[in-house]
């Protein structure tokens, strides 16, 4: 069982770094009030022990005989915080150095510095929050795109553990009848027969398959897109991702195999995140260098979620070009034919059937058919909030290729009409597989890893 230690309290800068308007330290805990009121000063004299939850005290931080910072001080009390506890919130001028002088007399007055994502594990400790719940709040925190943030929204309202909660309790339901039949056989009446097992074994594994349906695009609203720009030396790679990023970013010269090691940068297509990765040209060659570099070219297109695979209209296609295509079979792909401005010299009927796309990257030509081609593959629609992917993460996805595995254990024992205590094993393994999502079932040095992932003050 985790053991919930909140007899200390926390303090951490939360807001960015740099210098803004606002910075706001953090404090949280039982103390939290007191140990803010050692340091402040109103001009009349009150206290922040007798400020009412959810007001706002103006004053100055005073520590040491120095007053640090003119402030302004949030009070909210427990229960009815973001972690559940009491609260104070400084609201400083944001200059690292004020913020950090603050921190500081909050700390040397008693709170202990907080780990990453504390006042969020707090929040889950306490029992606010589950954790699809703590990672939403994470990844609206790293939206690179309004729909990874739309989607890390619905589940902060807690809609994924409310589909995975009612799967779970299907489970239960089925675990509980077959337990009563195999514990008292004489109330036969209560066993569920083999074939309702076999009807509500398939309900369950056909949500758990729709919430992975929706994982991948999940992770791709999450992380981006990862899109490789895969051809031969000197066909145009490095031009087409400063074309895309409309920047001098990578090398551009006309000596074939300039780029050596991938180049990797984020864009946004029409809301979409691509996670673009230019590389060095495939060719068979004697520098180890770029052959290193080669070899990751063609390992990032076998992980690629899309492959830009470009040629070069100016020249007649090769081998080289012939073995790309085949390397990109079975891939989401997009063949270009750069250099639309030169004289044709490709012959493209051999690829007709991939439907290339003629640009000139030198020129910006055809990007923004490019544009509606990825926009066309990787978005079915406006993203509302009812069909927003729930599942983001790696782990989460696991879990539920987890529960999958032993649903349809579940249904081969149904079949075979093996012994129903199979049954039942397989059951609670899938059971406590979806616990994990929502963190119900999980080892506390998991969660401790999944908080550490999150950022300093949240
Ligand atoms: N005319 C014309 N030249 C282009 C176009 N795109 C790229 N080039 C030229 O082609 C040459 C190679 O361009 P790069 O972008 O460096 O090609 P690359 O594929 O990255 O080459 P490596 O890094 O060597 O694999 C440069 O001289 C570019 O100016 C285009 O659309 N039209
Ligand atoms: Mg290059």
Redesign the pocket.
């Known amino acids: 069982m985790l053991k919930v230690n909140t007899d200390d309290t926390i303090a951490a800068i939360s807001t960015a770094s740099g210098s803004g308007g606002i910075g706001i330290v953090r404090i949280s805990g039982k103390d939290a009030i007191s140990i803010a009121d050692s340091v402040f000063s109103s001009p009349k004299g009150k206290r922040l022990a007798e400020a009412k939850s959810h007001t706002i005290s103006f004053g100055h931080i005073v520590y040491d005989g120095q007053v640090i910072d003119e402030v302004l001080v949030s009070v909210m009390r427990a229960p009815h915080s973001y972690t559940c506890e009491d609260i104070a919130e400084i609201n400083t001028h944001g200059g690292y150095r004020s913020l950090s002088a603050v921190l500081n007399a909050v700390l040397r007055s008693g709170a202990r510095l907080a780990e990453p994502g504390e006042f969020t594990k707090r929040a889950f400790l306490n029992g606010r929050i589950d954790l699809t719940q703590a990672e939403a709040v994470m990844d609206i925190i790293n939206a690179g795109t309004d729909k990874a943030r739309q989607a890390a929204m619905t589940r902060l309202s807690g809609r994924l553990s409310k589909e995975i909660g009612e799967i779970r309790e299907s489970i239960l339901t089925m675990l509980a009848h077959i337990e009563a039949g195999i514990d008292y056989p004489e109330h036969d009446d209560e066993t569920m027969t083999y074939s309702m097992i076999g009807d509500n074994t398939k309900k369950a594994l056909a949500a758990v398959d729709r919430l992975i349906a929706g994982a991948d695009m999940g992770r791709i609203y999450k992380e981006g897109v990862k899109t490789v720009i895969l051809?031969c030396?000197?066909?145009?790679?490095?031009?087409l991702l400063n074309a895309l990023l409309e920047e001098e970013r990578a090398i551009?010269?006309?000596?074939?195999?300039?780029?050596r090691d991938s180049l990797e940068e984020m864009i946004n297509v029409h809301g979409i995140p691509l996670k673009i990765a230019?590389t060095?040209?495939i060719r068979v060659t004697d520098d180890i260098i770029e052959r290193m570099g080669v070899e990751k070219s063609k390992s990032l297109a076998e992980d690629a979620d899309l492959i830009l695979l470009?040629l070069d209209g100016?020249r007649e296609l090769g081998d080289d070009d012939r073995e790309l295509i085949a390397l990109a079979k079975g891939k989401k792909c997009i063949v270009l034919v750069?250099?639309?401005?030169?004289e044709r010299k490709a012959d493209v009927s051999e690829i007709a059937s991939l439907s290339p796309l003629s640009i000139?990257?030198?020129?910006g030509e055809g990007i923004e058919e490019l544009f509606a081609r990825i926009r066309d593959m990787f978005s079915a629609g406006e993203l509302d909030a009812d069909n927003s992917p729930l599942i983001s993460g790696e782990r989460n996805k696991a879990s539920l290729m987890k529960a999958k595995h032993y649903l349809e254990n579940v249904l081969e024992t149904v079949k075979k009409r093996m012994p129903e205590d199979f049954i039942s094993m397989d059951m609670t393994e899938a059971y406590s597989a979806l616990g994990e999502i929502t963190g119900e079932a999980l080892e506390e040095d998991i969660l401790d890893k999944i908080f550490s992932e999150f950022c300093l003050g949240k």
């Open positions: 051809g030396p000197n066909v145009g790679k490095s031009s551009v010269t006309d000596i074939p195999g300039t780029t230019d060095a040209g470009m100016s750069n250099k639309s401005d030169c000139s990257a030198k020129h």
